[in-house]
């Protein structure tokens, strides 16, 4: 049965809440995720046999610097654990999470998020979409925009397959070569938009200018910027002027990577960014002293074992129980943390259509 929205509505894995009921929301993690598509073996021999072993405390030191050559370490497919390291978030006050898991690869689970939504009493809001050029199927590169977009509305008004699992926001769309299927799938992302009302949640390639190019390519086909986001500034290394433009426009902010730290390569770009927490805030603290508090989101993308609590990470709570706090010693006000976690997240999730057409 196809499912109407109302202005002011989510769209959760139990159902429709009203966007007010959302409370503390993290707008960008993985519960269920397998991304075993990026393991790659380690170069050095002596290190080959970590790749294959689980992840332990004798080898987490090892794990922690080789994230994506140890082939447990990119899999969350325990549900189990998900619920529990998703229940320690509910108890350091958190109510909503947006699971942004594609289908596909990655092996999202509607059914699961079902489950875990209930055993922990969180909301759970699902994404629907594609992942980058990298990972385009033939099937996805040969289908018209017509068809794409039917998916796209499908998965949202209808639900995933034939678990009646319904999509609430677009994402995350996976863009980094920006050649022309991916263009086509931001096209659909905002013609989806357009019929069902839900917000779209973009992984952008790390280039300023491509940046502001994927806003535009969804400006041009239709969308609502006010209902998007363009995820990942924290990693992404975009300068203070092209986050001003992106907002001026409209955008939501991601900073979406809290407690990921160290030195990361930009890829193509032949540079790095030096991830810290500490940078993140001073960012933020100064998007909103430029009068932009309305206009960011935050969440920490939990997408690999060694970051979650069980393995010695700091989990989905780690905003909640570390960075709030510090924020309000450096001078972030009580009022600016609500808009970040309440009050960004419900305008951006919420519907703003009537319903969803026939």
Same mark, same amino acid.
């Given at each position: 049965?196809?499912?109407?929205?109302?202005?002011?509505?989510?769209?959760?894995?139990?159902?429709?809440?009203?966007?007010g009921?959302l409370?503390?929301?993290m707008?960008?993690?993985?519960?269920? =995720?397998?991304?075993?598509? @990026? @393991?790659?073996?380690?170069?050095?021999?002596?290190?080959?046999?970590?790749? =294959?072993?689980?992840?332990?405390?004798?080898?987490?030191?090892?794990?922690?610097?080789?994230?994506?050559?140890?082939? %447990?370490?990119?899999?969350?497919?325990?549900?189990?654990?998900?619920?529990?390291?998703?229940?320690?978030?509910? +108890?350091?006050?958190?109510?909503?999470?947006? /699971?942004?898991? $594609?289908?596909?690869?990655?092996?999202?689970?509607?059914?699961?998020?079902?489950? #875990?939504?209930?055993?922990?009493?969180?909301?759970?809001?699902?994404?629907?979409?594609y992942?980058?050029?990298?990972?385009?199927?033939?099937? +996805?590169?040969?289908?018209?925009?017509?068809?794409?977009?039917?998916?796209?509305?499908?998965?949202?008004?209808?639900?995933?397959?034939?678990?009646?699992v319904?999509?609430?926001?677009i994402?995350?769309?996976?863009?980094?070569?920006?050649?022309?299927?991916?263009?086509?799938?931001?096209?659909?992302?905002?013609?989806?938009?357009?019929?069902?009302?839900?917000? #779209?949640?973009?992984?952008?390639?790390?280039?300023?200018?491509?940046?502001?190019?994927?806003?535009?390519?969804l400006?041009?086909?239709?969308?609502?910027?006010?209902?998007?986001?363009i995820?990942h500034?924290? !990693?992404?290394g975009f300068?203070?002027? $092209?986050?001003?433009?992106?907002?001026?426009?409209?955008? &939501?902010?991601? &900073? %979406?990577? @809290?407690?990921?730290?160290?030195?990361?390569?930009?890829?193509?770009?032949?540079?790095?960014?030096?991830?810290?927490? $500490?940078?993140?805030?001073?960012?933020?603290?100064?998007?909103i002293?430029?009068?932009?508090?309305?206009? !960011? !989101?935050?969440?920490?993308?939990v997408?690999?074992?060694?970051?979650?609590?069980?393995?010695?990470g700091?989990? &989905?709570? =780690?905003?909640?129980?570390? !960075?709030?706090?510090?924020?309000?010693?450096?001078?972030?006000?009580? %009022?600016?943390?609500?808009? +970040?976690?309440?009050?960004?997240p419900?305008?951006?999730?919420?519907?703003?259509?009537? /319903?969803?057409? /026939?």
């Amino acid at each position: 049965m196809r499912q109407k929205l109302s202005v002011g509505k989510v769209q959760t894995v139990l159902g429709v809440v009203d966007a007010g009921d959302l409370g503390i929301t993290m707008m960008h993690e993985h519960l269920l =995720h397998d991304a075993s598509v @990026f @393991f790659t073996e380690p170069a050095a021999a002596g290190d080959r046999p970590l790749a =294959h072993q689980p992840v332990t405390l004798e080898n987490l030191s090892w794990v922690r610097l080789n994230e994506s050559n140890n082939l %447990d370490n990119v899999r969350l497919t325990d549900e189990a654990l998900a619920a529990k390291e998703a229940k320690l978030f509910q +108890l350091a006050r958190g109510d909503t999470m947006v /699971e942004l898991t $594609t289908s596909g690869v990655f092996g999202r689970d509607p059914l699961g998020l079902v489950r #875990i939504s209930r055993a922990t009493g969180l909301n759970i809001v699902m994404g629907t979409g594609y992942d980058g050029a990298a990972l385009h199927t033939p099937r +996805l590169i040969a289908q018209t925009e017509e068809d794409v977009t039917d998916e796209l509305v499908n998965e949202i008004a209808v639900g995933v397959g034939s678990t009646g699992v319904r999509a609430g926001i677009i994402g995350e769309i996976g863009c980094s070569t920006l050649n022309e299927t991916e263009r086509k799938v931001l096209r659909c992302c905002a013609k989806a938009q357009q019929r069902t009302g839900v917000a #779209i949640s973009i992984h952008p390639t790390p280039n300023d200018a491509a940046a502001l190019e994927i806003m535009s390519i969804l400006a041009d086909a239709g969308a609502d910027l006010s209902h998007t986001i363009i995820g990942h500034v924290d !990693i992404s290394g975009f300068s203070r002027a $092209t986050c001003h433009t992106l907002a001026d426009a409209g955008c &939501y902010l991601g &900073y %979406d990577n @809290f407690g990921l730290e160290g030195l990361m390569e930009l890829p193509g770009l032949g540079r790095s960014v030096d991830l810290r927490d $500490t940078q993140r805030m001073d960012d933020i603290a100064a998007l909103i002293a430029d009068g932009y508090v309305e206009k !960011i !989101i935050v969440s920490q993308d939990v997408a690999t074992k060694h970051r979650l609590s069980a393995y010695g990470g700091l989990g &989905y709570a =780690h905003i909640l129980r570390d !960075i709030v706090p510090t924020m309000l010693s450096r001078g972030v006000t009580e %009022d600016d943390v609500h808009t +970040l976690l309440v009050e960004n997240p419900k305008r951006v999730l919420s519907c703003w259509l009537r /319903e969803v057409p /026939e």
